[in-house]
């Protein structure tokens, strides 16, 4: 067979350890045909083999991000950006929501997202009085960068019927002023008051939605990402773009099966089509680190409460039963050490009960897992528990959470080395919207640097190597998903997914990591993005 395109005349970096380094690659069709040095590959060219000359530059496995809400990115392409760097006061918030109710018909649902009480000079949450400034004949929703967290005015809450009586529900809390009367900041499953009246965006919004955010990855390099916890509607939206052949990018979809609005919804039936996949459900058990909603074993800094579980212990033990007996894969979000002993248990129940249908078992994995101590680390690794990660936390979101985090859990927070030495099946992601930066290269100089935007350093003895960071953003993130015999590497028969980078990541210096930039992408062997 002839090569339809060669890439030799720089670095490449295979993950394979058959062959950890080559100096050219040959295409053909959507697969890798050959990887070696020049005289090898150069053999596969026939009159009509496209030559691409790297000039140096570096040329990886294009990068998998494994937990990235994409809808939630492209949503916020027509949302109000609620980011520090673009709103960095209270004042500002509300100028800019002001803007947009001026530009919006009257009792139009107003969004907004990406702000963080402790970057902000009030060191507060906006609340309903301040949103109230900007309108109080819009429904207004803003939500906190973590997406645990959302305030809205006085307009959202009386169309919720929110009021002093409103009890808060399981899992959830409402805020409240000292004469009981909500304060507009609604927490974890209180949310759902809102979300569940608020009109969903329509299907040609989603698309648009996830065909923008999905180029905007393609531009940092990545070819591949996982969807963490999508309603039925928007997994049908990514089925109908992939059979369209319209998606950008490769999507592993995981649904949910208990919405943000509280209602349930059937399990999906899994299917597979050229681009995309879903055979995954996603489940909660806590909130996050940065808004201090992550159920913790001892209370937080400066607090009597340990955080919310989304579930007692029982019922998420039976949540996972439910999935894992229908032969899906269980994806569970668990930050805090309290829930990830109790979902461990979980796990290990259907582990020795084996109710999954015959065939092999469905994957068990993690997701965030940012404070596991030893012991639980040996029990996910018994279980064949596979992890998805984000080292971009550290620095994104590092100073939050140890403004809530307790002196005594910062060592096993976010543990990378602990997690590799422990023999887990580890992936890296960005969990964007959540943090203000997708891109893999800051995700992976943040494995090594483990440093705030303050200048911090979260339990430096968890650092790992940039090579390893390069391995949980495409090897690691491929097995996790179970695509790991055919994604994630540079190898004879593996899906030709590229990415060629401006400079070697693992010759260059970590303080200039981010100085790299993506000149191509290359997606099942077809360019896909290009540097202008």
């Given at each position: ?11 490449i970096?295979t993950?394979?350890p058959a ?9 053909a069709?959507?697969t890798i045909?050959?990887v070696?040095d020049?005289a090898?590959?150069?053999?596969l060219a026939?009159?009509h ?5 790297l000039?140096?530059r570096?040329?990886?496995?294009g990068f998998?991000d ?7 990115e492209?949503?916020?392409l027509?949302q109000v950006n ?6 960095p006061?209270?004042?500002?918030l509300v100028e800019?929501?002001?803007?947009r ?11 907004g997202?990406?702000?963080d009480?402790?970057r902000?000079?009030e060191?507060r ?6 949103l109230?400034?900007a309108?109080?004949?819009h ?6 960068t973590?997406g ?6 006085s307009?959202a ?6 009021g002093?009586?409103?009890?808060d529900p ?13 304060t507009?900041?609604l927490?974890?499953t ?7 009246i ?8 989603l698309?648009?939605a996830?065909i923008g ?6 531009a ?8 963490p916890?999508?309603d039925?509607?928007?997994?049908a ?7 369209a052949g ?5 999507c592993?979809?995981?649904?949910m ?5 509280g209602?349930r919804?059937p399990q ?8 995309a996949?879903?055979d ?8 996050g ?10 209370p937080?800094?400066?607090r009597?409460?340990?955080g919310?579980?989304?579930f007692p212990?029982?019922q998420?033990a039976d949540?996972v039963r439910?999935v894992?007996?229908?032969g899906?894969?269980?994806?569970v979000?668990?930050i805090?050490d309290?829930v990830?002993g109790d979902?461990?248990?979980a796990?290990?129940?259907v582990r020795?009960?084996?109710?999954a249908?015959?065939?092999?078992q469905p994957r068990?994995r993690?997701?965030?897992f940012?404070l596991?101590n030893?012991?639980?680390l040996?029990?996910?690794?018994a ?11 550290l620095h994104?979101i ?7 985090l307790?002196?005594e ?5 976010y543990?990378f080395?602990?997690?590799f ?6 992936a890296?992601?960005s969990?964007?919207p959540v943090?203000?930066d997708?891109?893999?290269?800051l995700?992976?100089q943040?494995?090594v ?7 911090r350093?979260i339990?430096?003895?968890?650092a790992?190597g940039?090579e390893?960071?390069?391995?949980a953003?495409?090897?690691g993130s491929a ?11 540079l190898a ?7 990415a ?11 303080e200039?990591?981010?100085?790299i930039?993506?000149h191509q992408t ?11």
């Amino acid at each position: 067979m002839q090569a339809d395109t060669i890439l030799s005349g720089g670095v490449i970096h295979t993950m394979d350890p058959a062959r950890p380094r080559a100096s050219a690659l040959a295409l053909a069709g959507a697969t890798i045909l050959e990887v070696g040095d020049d005289a090898a590959v150069e053999r596969l060219a026939g009159a009509h083999t496209r030559r691409i000359d790297l000039a140096g530059r570096a040329l990886v496995p294009g990068f998998n991000d494994a937990h990235i809400h994409l809808w939630k990115e492209g949503m916020l392409l027509s949302q109000v950006n609620a980011r520090p760097a673009h709103a960095p006061t209270i004042a500002a918030l509300v100028e800019a929501f002001a803007e947009r109710a001026a530009a919006v018909p009257a009792g139009q649902w107003i969004e907004g997202r990406g702000y963080d009480e402790t970057r902000l000079p009030e060191g507060r949450h906006p609340n309903r009085y301040d949103l109230d400034r900007a309108s109080v004949a819009h429904p207004i929703v803003l939500g906190r960068t973590c997406g645990h967290i959302i305030a809205v005015n006085s307009r959202a809450l009386q169309l919720a019927g929110i009021g002093a009586a409103t009890p808060d529900p399981p899992g959830g809390a409402i805020d409240r002023d000292a004469r009981g009367e909500p304060t507009g900041v609604l927490r974890e499953t209180a949310m759902a008051l809102v979300r569940s009246i608020q009109p969903p965006p329509t299907e040609d919004e989603l698309a648009r939605a996830l065909i923008g955010a999905g180029r905007k990855c393609l531009a940092l390099g990545i070819t591949a990402i996982g969807e963490p916890g999508v309603d039925p509607r928007t997994v049908a939206v990514y089925r109908q773009l992939d059979a369209a052949g319209q998606l950008p990018l490769r999507c592993d979809v995981m649904a949910m099966t208990i919405l943000p609005n509280g209602a349930r919804v059937p399990q999906p039936a899994p299917w597979r089509g050229h681009l995309a996949k879903c055979d995954t459900v996603k489940l909660f058990s806590d909130g996050g680190l940065s808004s201090g909603t992550a159920a913790l074993s001892i209370p937080y800094r400066n607090r009597h409460d340990c955080g919310l579980p989304r579930f007692p212990a029982a019922q998420l033990a039976d949540e996972v039963r439910l999935v894992y007996g229908a032969g899906l894969t269980v994806a569970v979000h668990s930050i805090g050490d309290r829930v990830i002993g109790d979902l461990l248990d979980a796990f290990e129940r259907v582990r020795a009960a084996g109710s999954a249908p015959a065939g092999d078992q469905p994957r068990l994995r993690i997701e965030h897992f940012g404070l596991p101590n030893a012991a639980q680390l040996a029990r996910a690794r018994a279980l064949g528990v596979m992890v998805a990660t984000q080292p971009s936390f550290l620095h994104d979101i590092g100073d939050t959470i140890l403004f809530h985090l307790p002196d005594e859990l910062v060592p096993q927070c976010y543990p990378f080395r602990a997690m590799f030495e422990a023999g887990l099946d580890v992936a890296f992601s960005s969990d964007g919207p959540v943090i203000s930066d997708a891109n893999p290269v800051l995700g992976m100089q943040a494995a090594v640097l483990r440093r705030t935007r303050s200048g911090r350093t979260i339990a430096p003895e968890q650092a790992i190597g940039v090579e390893q960071a390069l391995w949980a953003f495409t090897a690691g993130s491929a097995l996790v998903s179970g695509e790991g015999a055919r994604l994630g590497r540079l190898a004879p028969g593996f899906q030709a997914d590229l990415a060629v980078l401006s400079g070697d990541p693992l010759d260059t210096p970590i303080e200039r990591l981010l100085e790299i930039e993506c000149h191509q992408t290359w997606v099942a062997g077809t360019l896909a993005y290009e540097h202008a």
